[in-house]
């Protein structure tokens, strides 16, 4: 019960990030401009995607002093990643009393076969997904919240276009079964039948569900809401370009007016240079294929 | 009657939801234009409230809400919305509304795993279910204020005037009474 309950609270608070911006950041200083900014919670990184991705190499959980940092430097929630399936570093991150874990494909994957068994922890945990069956197998496992995964650090919005309009139509397609069409249905997603029913009768996701990976203008943010995220993430987009604090600024007023094209119109002037960005074709490692 | 429900950031469906079940027409507030249609009470939702007050001032919507609660006009405010109308802050610098005489603690209860589910008095109502989220909570109050309920000895409803105010979040919860007193208040204010 006790359990239940905690996991109702985790849902909740991913309730009160609707229609919100998550920024990834990697200083206090950059926090404190992502909160000015008007970010509904900040996810605490080392380096974010498109240095990852640079890089290269393994990357892992971040040092859980820079995170204190970040917690200590904003009054909004704080997120952070672990690596799918190093259930230590969720440990780790619950210890520090992070707000949200995100068990992310990000970083370099610490199991090939299992995620981690989010219904342990006390903390909530958001997870990527690219299909409805990847988001309700992360739902089972625990997850209160979802997010695209689109393809981080890329400033390339396609992928995650794509994963909200698959996940868009096959919960469209659940909706329309016969009841007794969604026995069969479950057993093709790999999810429980009750999550599977769940969707049917609601048309939607048990946990709210935000886009994330390649929002790098106030039009991709506005693109994924009108396509029916309930909340953007924006990692790379933000400090790889050429002015944060004005392009941040834009991407929240975007969010929450996400239909007035009149407005995103004044929201995109000016706005500096934009994140380069790498299309899908240029890339050699797909993130989102980790974890599945 | 209607409802103008601020819907810039947070969690505006869950007191849609409750509206409808009770058949009360509302409106979402999102930008100045907005503020146009007339409306006979206010609801601020949870939220960041560093958020909902930054957009409240940017997109032009801060000064004419200000002069309506200044006129009387009834509004429900939970947990971020209880912040934004609060007239000081304890833990933070900002100021927003400040029509309600009280002080409040922000994230008074800690992070998540601070949050918490009870069922506790609230006064002319009885038992209720109570959800709080990274809450904050009331840690003085004017004489005026009234104070609706105490949990573990800290102040989390009061109302005052036309104003009412929770750390709590009744939109979270099935008991539809906190919403329906609410519309009580801007019946009479209407009448």
């Known amino acids: 019960m006790e359990n239940t309950e905690r996991y109702q609270l985790n849902k909740q608070l991913a309730q009160m990030l609707k229609g919100g911006v998550i920024m990834d950041v990697t200083t206090p200083e950059q926090a404190k401009i992502a909160e000015a900014a008007g970010a509904c919670a900040v996810m605490a990184l080392e380096r974010i995607p498109a240095d990852i991705r640079a890089a290269g190499g393994v990357s892992r959980m971040s040092d859980p002093k820079m995170i204190r940092g970040i917690q200590d430097a904003v009054s909004i929630p704080v997120m952070a990643k672990c690596r799918i399936g190093h259930f230590v570093e969720a440990q780790i991150l619950e210890s520090i009393e992070i707000d949200y874990i995100d068990e992310s494909e990000v970083l370099s994957p610490a199991d090939d076969v299992y995620h981690i068994n989010k219904r342990n922890f006390k903390v909530p945990f958001v997870c990527g997904a690219k299909d409805l069956g990847e988001a309700l197998r992360r739902i089972n496992e625990g997850a209160s919240m979802i997010r695209t995964k689109g393809e981080p650090g890329t400033g390339d919005i396609i992928q995650a276009v794509r994963h909200m309009r698959k996940m868009n139509s096959e919960i469209a397609r659940l909706t329309s079964m016969r009841e007794d069409e969604l026995f069969e249905a479950a057993k093709q997603l790999q999810v429980p039948y009750e999550l599977v029913s769940y969707v049917h009768s609601n048309g939607r996701l048990p946990v709210v569900n935000f886009a994330a990976g390649g929002v790098a203008t106030p039009a991709d943010a506005a693109l994924m809401m009108q396509l029916g995220a309930e909340g953007v993430f924006v990692g790379s987009g933000i400090f790889k370009s050429g002015n944060p604090e004005k392009r941040a600024n834009a991407i929240v007023k975007s969010v929450t007016n996400y239909t007035d094209a009149d407005m995103i119109a004044k929201l995109s002037e000016d706005l500096g240079e934009a994140m380069v960005g790498i299309n899908e074709q240029e890339i050699s490692l797909i993130m989102a294929e980790r974890g599945i | 009657m209607r409802i103008g429900i601020l819907a810039v950031q947070g969690a505006f469906a869950e007191h849609e939801k409750v509206l ?69 802050l304890d833990n933070d610098t900002h100021h927003y509304f400040g029509t309600l005489p009280i002080s409040v603690k ?32 009331v840690s003085s109050v004017d004489d005026s204020v009234d104070v609706l309920s105490v949990v573990d000895s800290h102040i989390v409803a009061v109302q005052y005037e036309n104003q009412l105010a929770m750390s709590f979040h009744p939109e979270l919860d099935d008991d539809l009474r906190i919403h329906q007193r609410f519309l009580e208040l801007v019946q009479n204010h209407a009448s």
């Open chain 2, 20 to 88: 409808e079940q009770l058949n009360i027409p509302y409106i979402e507030l999102r930008k100045a234009e907005d503020l146009d249609t007339p409306y006979d009470g206010l609801i601020f939702p949870g939220g960041e409230s560093t958020v909902q007050g930054k957009l409240l001032k940017e997109l032009g919507m801060f000064d004419k809400i200000h002069a309506q609660l200044l006129d009387g006009m009834p509004v429900l405010a939970t947990c971020a919305g209880m912040i934004l109308l609060a007239s000081s």
């Open chain 2, 106 to 137: 922000r994230n008074a209860y800690g992070r998540q795993l601070g949050s918490f589910h009870t069922i506790s008095e609230c006064k002319g109502l009885g038992d209720i279910p109570m959800t709080f989220i990274r809450a904050p909570y």
